[in-house]
């Protein structure tokens, strides 16, 4: 799947919760075009018509234009007749039959990335309840593009990876080590089950590329704490890291060490790397 494609997802997923938690009769948005200041509408919920399928929304222009140009919500309650935006897209809006229309921009690192519309047939004032909603599903696909864009960047940090016993066995060989402490604490917060699995595909190339694999029988989770321990963490930085209590991660570690015949935490993890876990 590519970023594009993984993006549009992310945004069809926070329209349909977005519906849901208000109750609006239409949502639909876009991201960013690569490259160029406005935002392809790809993704509809609720809608009648294609009037707004593929509508490219110059920034500044209209009300999703303004919601870019100035990185923040704005909403309108008679589309057609408000003075606070330009009407470039009258005839789109009105096809589809849209009254009221708040939009909501998608902000990464600074960016504006996409938008997000809710909106009624009728002119009745949009309340704070689907404005707090339409943020919330901005937050969750700005969340889900950081957690990409930093899985992408590991991947290609981790992919030239040095032989163990080869002439880049140190500093080199260290770096990968972070790596898949980070692709393992990284991976259980991707949704996208297809960037999830490559990320998991990817760890399992660094510790092929480490040891050959014993029969270890440890859980995922287990191998998740053992390469922030690995890494250097403390308890409470691991359980961060992860999203977990310090509780569950001692838990995790003991488990490990018991499946590991291991004593410490130096040598559950020395183990971990003669088993071909880690790397």
């Known amino acids: 799947m590519t970023a594009e494609a993984s993006g549009a997802a ?25 490259g160029l200041a406005r935002v392809r509408i790809s993704e509809l919920t609720g809608t009648a018509t294609q009037a707004l399928s593929a509508l490219a929304v110059t920034s500044g222009n209209g009300l999703g234009g303004k919601a870019v140009a100035l990185a923040r919500p704005c909403a309108v309650t008679d589309y057609s007749l408000s003075r606070q935006i330009s009407h470039e897209y009258d005839a789109a809006v009105a096809a589809e039959g849209l009254r009221s229309v708040l939009a ?23 309340g704070d309840r689907a404005l707090n909603a339409a943020v919330q599903a901005a937050r969750d696909v700005e969340q889900a593009l950081v957690a990409r864009e930093e899985a992408r960047d590991l991947l290609a940090a981790a992919r030239p990876r040095p032989a163990p016993d080869g002439p880049a066995s140190g500093a080199a060989w260290e770096q990968v080590r972070e790596a898949h402490a980070a692709l393992r604490a990284l991976a259980p917060r991707i949704t996208d089950p297809a960037l999830r699995a490559e990320l998991l595909d990817a760890c399992g190339l660094l510790t092929a590329a480490a040891a050959p694999a014993r029969e270890v029988s440890l859980a995922p989770r287990e191998v998740d704490v053992l390469a922030c321990v690995a890494s250097g963490a403390t308890n409470a930085a691991a359980a961060t890291r992860l999203g977990l209590s310090p509780e569950t991660v001692k838990a995790y570690l003991r488990s490990a060490m018991r499946k590991l015949n291991a004593h410490t935490r130096g040598e559950a993890v020395a183990a971990a790397r003669r088993a071909g876990v880690l790397p």
Not at 10 to 34: H, K, N, S
Not at 104 to 126: E, H, K
Request: aromatic share 4%; no cysteine.
């Open 10 to 34: 992310e945004i069809r997923g926070a329209l349909l919760r977005l519906r849901r938690a208000t109750g609006l009769p239409v949502a639909f948005g876009g991201l960013v075009e690569p």
């Open 104 to 126: 909501v921009p998608v902000v990464v690192r600074r960016r504006v990335r996409g938008v997000l519309y809710g909106a009624l047939r009728t002119a009745l004032p949009l």
